[in-house]
């Protein structure tokens, strides 16, 4: 993200087109936006940002519109900008551990159109690429002609090393150190940038920005996926770690007296509240493992167990919050459903072991994005580089990408 941005130099063309990237991403972040409000957000002059506003018009990304409030005929017109509807837009990814969702979204985080398929056990990265690409050439195809494909953002649950996106390990689907990018644009037969990035990290960026976390800037996503990862904010930057592997927090020791975890330590907080182990706690075939949120959803009461499970996810969260300090912890995943029915035995939990002061200030909430905060967190990944400078994302991005992928 940030860090990126310090390679642009300091002369005048890189500061007017971070200032374009800028202005564009509060437009994306909002959905729409004012020039009055561009304005005073950017602490610019009016007749900069009136030259902006030109310069995304004519790229093809924002139009001319009016103000929300201007629409009912009730407020004073007003010289808005709007999202393109054949601007650019991005193929976000999100390969679970049995299914795989694959959408194209546009700027503000919408999604046009999206697609699902079942990954099979034990796939090779290849077989799994050439699932992809049959669910992106199904989605782009009633994507606008002129509107550019600015990259694919791609989740994976597994460790993903920062530099380039190599999959390091992603232990459900049994890959080591699979370059998937380059797989991915092999089976599609087109050149546009690639990024990859762990779930919950994911789910983290996109809570931040238009789900739970908005104007949260320390907060925590964990990602319940078969195995539990978190994504961690902090002070408004993602903690990524030198490598990018930070927030494995599944293999933090839990219980020394517990199961061998498949890392090869024995009683990782992972084997208590992990997929498997909620599985077999509750009486469900392992191999239903994956599918762990949609049964747990069934449940109209907690049962003892559940609620056992509850406390191993309140006392291992009480770990977080006092490392960490947030102010809010997004469960996501099948934790969606496990917290909605045990709710209090994981509050009573996290009380029960979290120092009293980083305790006062957390709340612990369901995902704004309900089931979608990692593949729109794929999105944003991969429209980042649009809001570091617009012009040169749109010099490698593919127009005609309907025609281009459907030959
Ligand atoms: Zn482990």
Same mark, same amino acid.
């Given at each position: 993200? !940030?860090?990126?941005?310090?390679?642009?130099?300091?002369?005048?063309?890189?500061?007017?087109?971070h200032n374009?990237g800028?202005?564009?991403?509060?437009?994306h972040?909002?959905?729409?936006?004012?020039?009055?409000e561009l304005?005073?957000?950017?602490?610019?002059?009016? !007749?900069?940002i009136?030259?902006?506003?030109?310069?995304?018009?004519?790229l093809?990304?924002?139009e001319?519109?009016l103000?929300a409030q201007?629409r009912g005929?009730?407020?004073?017109? *007003?010289?808005?900008?709007?999202? !393109?509807?054949s601007?650019p837009? /991005?193929?976000?990814?999100? &390969?679970?551990?049995?299914?795989m969702?694959?959408?194209?979204?546009? =700027?503000?985080g919408? %999604?046009?159109?999206?697609?699902?398929?079942?990954?099979?056990?034990?796939?090779e990265?290849?077989?799994v690429a050439?699932s992809v690409? #049959?669910?992106? +050439?199904?989605?782009v195809?009633d994507?606008?002609?002129?509107?550019?494909?600015?990259?694919?953002?791609? *989740?994976?649950p597994? &460790?993903?090393?920062?530099?380039?996106?190599?999959i390091?390990?992603?232990?459900?689907?049994?890959?080591?150190?699979?370059?998937?990018?380059?797989? %991915?644009?092999?089976?599609?037969g /087109?050149? /546009?940038p690639?990024?990859?990035?762990? @779930?919950a990290?994911?789910?983290?960026?996109?809570?931040?920005?238009?789900?739970a976390?908005i104007?949260i @800037?320390? =907060?925590?996503?964990v990602?319940?996926?078969?195995?539990?990862?978190?994504?961690?904010i902090?002070?408004?930057?993602r903690?990524?770690?030198?490598?990018?592997?930070?927030?494995?927090?599944g293999h933090?020791?839990y219980?020394?007296?517990?199961? =061998?975890c498949?890392?090869g330590?024995r009683?990782?907080?992972?084997?208590?509240?992990? #997929?498997?182990?909620i599985?077999?706690?509750?009486g %469900?075939?392992?191999d239903?493992?994956?599918s762990?949120?949609?049964?747990?959803?069934?449940?109209r009461?907690?049962?003892?167990?559940?609620?056992?499970?509850g *406390?191993h996810?309140?006392?291992?969260?009480a770990?977080?919050?006092?490392?960490?300090?947030?102010?809010v912890?997004v469960l996501?995943?099948?934790? +969606?459903?496990l917290f +909605?029915?045990?709710?209090?035995?994981?509050?009573?939990?996290?009380a029960?072991?979290?120092?009293?002061?980083?305790?006062?200030?957390?709340t &612990?909430?369901?995902?704004?994005?309900g089931a979608?905060?990692?593949?729109?967190?794929?999105?944003e990944n991969?429209?980042?580089?649009?809001?570091i400078d617009?012009v040169?994302s749109?010099?490698? #991005?593919?127009?005609g990408?309907?025609?281009?992928?459907?030959?």
């Open positions: 993200m !940030s860090r990126q941005r310090t390679g642009l130099g300091t002369n005048q063309e890189a500061v007017r087109r374009l800028t202005l564009l991403q509060h437009v972040r909002a959905g729409h936006s004012s020039r009055a304005t005073s957000i950017m602490g610019l002059n009016r !007749s900069t009136a030259g902006l506003v030109g310069e995304l018009e004519s093809g990304i924002t001319h519109a103000p201007a005929g009730a407020g004073r017109p *007003s010289s808005g900008v709007g999202l !393109s509807d601007g837009f /991005v193929i976000a990814v999100d &390969l679970g551990v049995d299914r969702d694959v959408a194209r979204v546009g =700027l503000g919408v %999604i046009h159109e999206r697609a699902a398929a079942p990954i099979v056990g034990g796939s990265a290849w077989q050439g690409a #049959a669910l992106v +050439r199904r989605v195809e994507a606008p002609a002129s509107a550019p494909l600015v990259g694919i953002g791609i *989740s994976v597994g &460790l993903v090393r920062r530099t380039d996106g190599l390091r390990l992603a232990p459900n689907l049994e890959w080591h150190d699979v370059s998937f990018g380059s797989i %991915i644009l092999a089976a599609l /087109v050149d /546009v690639v990024s990859i990035a762990n @779930d990290d994911l789910g983290a960026l996109a809570e931040h920005h238009r789900g976390g104007d @800037d320390d =907060l925590i996503y990602s319940g996926n078969v195995g539990v990862g978190a994504g961690i902090t002070g408004g930057m903690l990524e770690g030198a490598g990018g592997y930070a927030g494995e927090i933090l020791r219980n020394p007296e517990g199961r =061998l498949h890392c330590n009683g990782c907080w992972e084997t208590e509240v992990g #997929a498997h182990a599985a077999r706690a509750i %469900i075939p392992e239903q493992a994956a762990l949120g949609e049964v747990l959803a069934g449940y009461e907690p049962t003892p167990e559940l609620r056992l499970i *406390s996810l309140g006392h291992g969260l770990g977080l919050v006092n490392a960490f300090n947030p102010q912890v996501g995943g099948y934790f +969606r459903a +909605r029915l045990v709710r209090v035995d994981v509050q009573a939990a996290l029960d072991r979290a120092l009293p002061a980083p305790l006062e200030s957390v &612990l909430a369901l995902p704004g994005l979608d905060s990692v593949l729109l967190g794929a999105a991969a429209l980042e580089p649009l809001f617009p040169a749109l010099g490698t #991005a593919l127009v990408v309907g025609t281009k992928l459907a030959g």
